[in-house]
C-alpha cells in the first residue's frame, strides 16, 4: 500500500522545476517519511518502519522511474527498500512470491554510477593473497551461493579476508552478491 500512495503522489504532480527530488527522513523505530520537493508534499508510510539504529536523511533524485514498480504493485506481498545515500543507489526489491524483481536505480538520472562514480571503491577493502582468494572461491562454487560468515567459519579465515576475497571475484565477474537473500552467489 505504501508503494501505492508514493506511486499515487508522483502521477498526481509533475514537477517542472528544480530541486525533483524525493527527500527521505527516516528516524529509528518511526514510519518513514518522505517529502516531494518542489511541493513539498509529505508523505508517511505507516507500515513501513524504519529499522536503522540513527536518523538519516537522504535525498533521491530521478524519482519518476520508481513507477516502473507501479505494475508489480497488484501482485507483490511486499516491498523492501535499499538506501545507500544521498545521490547514490537505491534499490527497491518486490517480493512476488516465488520469485522476487530488484530495481537498481542510479543516484543521478544522466549518470553511470557503475563506472564514473566509482562505486566500486565502496567496496570492502583488504589485502588478501591470491591463495586465500582461490579456496574463497572454490568454497563459493561448492555451495553455489554463501554468506561471509558461512564461508569464514568453513576455511577459517577472518571475515574481512574474506570481504576482500568475494569483493575482488564480484569485481571479476565470478561472484555476484544477491542483495534479497543477502548471500554471494557463484557465477
Not at 505507516?46 to 524519482?63: H, K, L, T, V
Amino acid at each position: 500500500m505504501d508503494v501505492h500512495n508514493l506511486c499515487f503522489v508522483l502521477r498526481r504532480h509533475k514537477a517542472k522545476q528544480s530541486p525533483r527530488s524525493l527527500r527521505w527522513h527516516l528516524e529509528p523505530g518511526k514510519p518513514i517519511r518522505a517529502t516531494f520537493e518542489p511541493f513539498g508534499i509529505e508523505f508517511t508510510a505507516p507500515r513501513s518502519i524504519y529499522e536503522g539504529d540513527q536518523p538519516r536523511e537522504i535525498r533521491q533524485w530521478g524519482r519518476r522511474r520508481l513507477l516502473i514498480l507501479e505494475r508489480l504493485i497488484p501482485v507483490a506481498r511486499e516491498f523492501r527498500v535499499h538506501l545507500l545515500g544521498t545521490g547514490m543507489p537505491s534499490f527497491w526489491v518486490a517480493d512476488l512470491g516465488p520469485i522476487s524483481f530488484t530495481l537498481g536505480l542510479s543516484g543521478w538520472t544522466a549518470n553511470d554510477w557503475s563506472g564514473s562514480a566509482n562505486f566500486d571503491l565502496l567496496a570492502p577493502r583488504a589485502d588478501v593473497d591470491s591463495e586465500t582468494q582461490r579456496k574463497v572461491l572454490l568454497a563459493l562454487q561448492g555451495h553455489r551461493l554463501s554468506t561471509p560468515d558461512d564461508l569464514a567459519a568453513e576455511l577459517s579465515l577472518d571475515r574481512a579476508q574474506v570481504l576482500g576475497a568475494l569483493s575482488a571475484w564480484t569485481q571479476a565477474g565470478r561472484a555476484i552478491y544477491d542483495l534479497n537473500k543477502d548471500v554471494f552467489r557463484h557465477r
